[in-house]
């Protein structure tokens, strides 16, 4: 729903690969590199399975060619990294003692909190929760293609989307095509009159988001968006309350009064109104903006 944004990716991939690389040495990383000639092809790296950008990660997806059989996937791949379980701990468990994170000095808190995520980017609806607690981190990870199915995949970066817990969940091991890294996407909130009574009642409307493509609608129902924005159609009912009462000549008014002072100008003074981020590059900075963002578009509030 919602892209990463950050301008430091390429960055924060590499400080990912260099923590994980530093901490297993050359030693274990050559017999990772084999493996991965092996069940790839030989152009494939432990490094660029790790750095791998979402289309490349679909590429290597496709040319998998390794023991396609769950139990052996997992001893190939995932076990090796259970087997070395600080890697493994670091990242993704709440294990990791104090001087286990000191020695890496790298870990899913650190990676959340670098990315500078707010709120969840399958959703939009929940903040993203990242504590720093002694035990391990509070912020969920999610693992965009499941680990259960494509181990080879558990520490790659761009597979890692942090997310909130109701969509981790949610999507458990359904397989999805938008990776928040690469795109987000633009389909629209809509609401639709029901009754006379829209003004003042969620009943007199309908809230609704739905695609005619195929993998937006996919991505729509894994995280069941269409239902669970039904609970705020109080905001949509709070936006038609406003377009209402803030008509132009009362928009005029505030604007001689104000402008300058209050707020900049006629556009920060929508922001206010509307009372959300509505610009793409921070709709991803406040629970609900995209809602926000749609429904206040529909009813030319900006
Ligand atoms: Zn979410």
């Not at 919602?2 to 990383?29: D, F, P, T, V, W």
């Not at 990315?115 to 509070?138: A, F, H, M, Q």
């Not at 989307?161 to 938008?178: A, Q, Y």
């Amino acid at each position: 729903m919602i892209r990463i944004q950050s301008e430091h990716l390429e960055k924060l991939a590499q400080n990912h690969y260099k923590a994980i690389s530093n901490y297993m040495g050359e030693k274990k990383i050559e017999k990772w590199d084999e493996q991965i000639k092996k069940d790839f092809s030989d152009n494939y790296s432990f490094k660029k399975l790790l750095l791998a950008q979402p289309h490349e990660l679909r590429i290597m997806k496709a040319l998998f060619h390794g023991e396609t059989d769950d139990y052996k996937l997992f001893k190939t791949y995932y076990s090796y990294l259970n087997s070395y379980k600080d890697v493994k701990f670091y990242l993704f468990g709440a294990e990791a003692s104090n001087s286990e994170a000191k020695r890496i000095d790298y870990n899913a808190y650190k990676l959340v909190k670098d990315l500078n995520i707010s709120t969840c980017p399958y959703c939009n609806r929940n903040t993203v929760y990242n504590l720093n607690k002694s035990d391990g981190r509070t912020s969920e990870i999610d693992h965009f293609y499941p680990k259960r199915n494509h181990p080879y995949f558990a520490i790659s970066f761009y597979n890692l989307i942090p997310s909130c817990k109701v969509c981790n969940k949610l999507k458990m091991e359904d397989e999805i095509n938008i990776n928040p890294y690469e795109e987000s996407f633009d389909e629209e909130f809509k609401f639709i009159v029901e009754n006379a009574n829209f003004y003042h009642s969620v009943d007199g409307f309908k809230l609704e988001l739905k695609s005619d493509d195929y993998e937006v609608q996919k991505q729509i129902d894994t995280f069941k968006l269409d239902d669970l924005y039904q609970n705020h159609k109080d905001i949509v009912l709070e936006l038609i309350q406003k377009q209402a009462i803030y008509n132009e000549s009362y928009l005029d008014e505030l604007l001689t009064q104000y402008e300058g002072t209050l707020f900049k100008n006629k556009e920060d003074l929508q922001g206010l109104i509307s009372g959300g981020y509505v610009s793409d590059d921070e709709i991803g900075k406040r629970p609900l903006s995209k809602l926000v963002k749609d429904i206040s578009a529909e009813l030319g509030l900006r």
